[in-house]
């Protein structure tokens, strides 16, 4: 059977997932009548609570005879250690664009990784059929965005169709028929070239690892694409680092092949297919596996190196042990091992008292998603404030830079442009009309500076506007950014709050609690509407007394208190303040919970 692999990389909801969804029912991948959820790709809760792809995904259909692998990759950057491997599977790439948002920074981010691969892609203009799509604007940014990465002249020349993912079609005319997505179907058979490992099926077996994973029957598997040769279950490998050392010899014990949504076993393995191979105990992503007669690994891709780090700690508050039920640092330290294996991205140290660790990665969003996987699993933890990491080049200090590209109604564009140029150390670089009454400004930005301004961003732009970040480059560093402003309201009582009590308090500030939540010695429980720390006492209950008079017992009024989402709450927090994170609560805390510790500590600043 011919054989087609092929990724659809994109921005962040440009509708990836959806496509795929689309190609699958065309195919027939699924049985008529089927129960299939929508987004059927997105299978982790996170990515569908989310609408987000954060995990690499592997399928496969078949049209007119012809077996099409498909992949499909994450958006965020944050998530780009994913997509710089995925990328090295495949032989062409399907590039969606929203002809309505055109090209945005992550498209030049997976964009910039195909075209270094020198992969041909194909554009899919797609949501032609929204009310603001501008689908030859589009292009034209499409075909300037391959410019300026350097695209050869022939990756420059690259077909395109217009699509609606939703509604399944794509057509080669913006006023085609509309009916279906053979036209899709038919320019991958036609423009994506059959894998060149073919003409090595007589080859000693070799093949890059690129996805890890864990099946609960047969254990750790890894997936990858056959470089040369072919395996059958039960054959003897081994598997070469990076630099070509053996790190074991195994039996391969099962071979599956993508088939629809699902994996099925197969009798044999052939060069240019995606397989997934079981029977190993020590390899993982990058590493090759090959016969016993091979000496030399598979080049693999260099991964972005990690800009951000947070501390993974022990919860030590009063409240620990409550809702999880893992909570010693042996366990979480075995965790974060076990996701640094999976996931390339991520780095982990540990630091010299052994009861927390340093979790390098790409990105807020990133730390989130690890964070809220292992709390859903029934870790508690401690959870300090991101800190960008430096670099010394040429002996001078260098930070981070990230590409901002933000959408916002023109009414907004000076508070925003304020707050990233002024407050931020941000330089503007471009700022255009993006639609009717919109702008698009484009920065660049230390990412220290980005650290907790999304919350800032919303508030800015009344919730309306979009902002993308992408990492840019290193520059010398910046100097100090201001941090937070407000100071915060810390409880000095243990016990449960009062609703009298919050009453009372509201003067001071916004409140992060309401009535009845448990609270102890040094947790944050509000905003202070100025910009030092305040100490008050939560759990103040209303005086009785024998007199009564007309209105004195009426029901106390509170106004609506604020619920911190885990990313946010982790961007809010200071230096010297911590997010205790379990499976049923986010707390804010100060890092030493005795007030006379902390004046002890201030006074040494």
């Known amino acids: 059977m011919e054989l087609r692999n092929i990724a659809i990389i994109a921005h962040v909801d440009h509708g990836k997932t959806t496509l795929v969804d689309e190609l699958l029912k065309q195919s027939g991948a699924f049985r008529e009548g089927q129960q299939v959820s929508e987004r059927a790709m997105d299978s982790n809760d996170i990515e569908r609570e989310r609408g987000i792809t954060i995990l690499a995904k592997c399928t496969s259909v078949e049209h007119d005879g012809i077996r099409i692998n498909i992949v499909d990759t994450p958006g965020h950057a944050d998530f780009g250690g994913e997509v710089e491997r995925i990328l090295s599977m495949v032989d062409g790439v399907c590039l969606l664009v929203d002809a309505a948002e055109g090209p945005m920074p992550q498209t030049k981010f997976v964009l910039a990784k195909a075209l270094a691969l020198n992969l041909r892609p194909i554009v899919v203009l797609n949501k032609v059929d929204k009310p603001d799509a501008e689908p030859d604007r589009a292009l034209n940014e499409v075909f300037d965005l391959f410019s300026n990465l350097g695209a050869t002249d022939e990756q420059l020349d690259f077909p395109h169709v217009y699509a609606s993912g939703r ?14 997505l053979n036209a899709l179907f038919d320019l991958i058979v036609k423009h994506v070239p059959a894998p060149a490992q073919l003409s090595r099926a007589d080859e000693p077996f070799q093949m890059l690892a690129t996805t890890l994973s864990a099946d609960p029957f047969i254990g750790r598997i890894l997936t990858g694409r056959v470089e040369a040769g072919r395996l059958k279950a039960g054959t003897t490998l081994k598997a070469l680092t990076r630099d070509g050392e053996r790190i074991e010899q195994f039996r391969v014990s099962k071979i599956l092949a993508f088939r629809g949504l699902g994996q099925q076993p197969i009798d044999e393995a052939v060069a240019g297919d995606i397989v997934t191979i079981a029977g190993m105990s020590k390899a993982t992503v990058a590493d090759t596996l090959c ?8 080049p693999s ?212 609690i309401g009535p009845q939540e448990n609270i102890y010695t040094g947790m944050i429980i509000g905003e202070h509407s100025r910009d030092n720390d305040l100490e008050v006492n939560p759990l103040k209950g209303k005086k009785l007394t024998n007199v009564r008079a007309s209105g004195t017992d009426e029901a106390v009024r509170l106004t609506p208190f604020i619920r911190m989402s885990l990313e946010v709450a982790i961007a809010y927090i200071d230096d010297d303040e911590l997010v205790e994170v379990t499976p049923k609560a986010i707390r804010l805390r100060k890092r030493l919970l005795d007030p006379n510790e902390r004046k002890r500590e201030s006074r040494k600043d």
Do not use: C
Request: aromatic share 6%.
């Open 167 to 180: 509604s399944g079609w794509a057509d080669n005319e913006l006023d085609g028929p509309r009916e279906n």
């Open 291 to 298: 016969d016993l007669s091979i000496d030399t690994a598979i």
């Open 301 to 512: 891709q260099p991964i972005d190196p990690p800009t951000i780090t947070v501390t993974f700690g022990i919860n030590d508050s009063p409240l620990a042990g409550r809702d999880g039920s893992k909570v010693q640092s042996r366990v979480i330290r075995d965790r974060l091992m076990k996701e640094a294996e999976v996931n390339v991205a991520i780095k982990i140290a540990d630091t010299p008292g052994g009861e927390a660790f340093e979790v390098s990665g790409r990105g807020e969003l990133q730390m989130g998603v690890l964070i809220e996987n292992m709390r859903r699993e029934g870790f508690e933890l401690s959870i300090s404030r991101p800190r960008v990491i430096f670099k010394d080049i040429e002996g001078v200090r260098h930070e981070p830079l990230e590409e901002v590209i933000i959408d916002v109604d023109d009414e907004f564009s000076g508070a925003v442009i304020e707050k990233l140029t002024g407050e931020r150390k941000g330089d503007l670089v471009e700022m255009k009309p993006a639609g009717v009454g919109k702008t698009r400004i484009i920065a660049h930005v230390p990412s220290r500076g980005l650290i907790g301004y999304q919350g800032q961003f919303l508030t800015d732009t009344r919730g309306t506007g979009v902002l993308n970040r992408i990492f840019h480059g290193w520059v010398p560093h910046k100097g100090p950014i201001q941090g937070r402003r407000q100071g915060v309201l810390i409880s000095t009582e243990a016990g449960v709050s009062v609703a009298y009590a919050l009453w009372n308090l509201e003067d001071r500030g916004k409140m992060f």
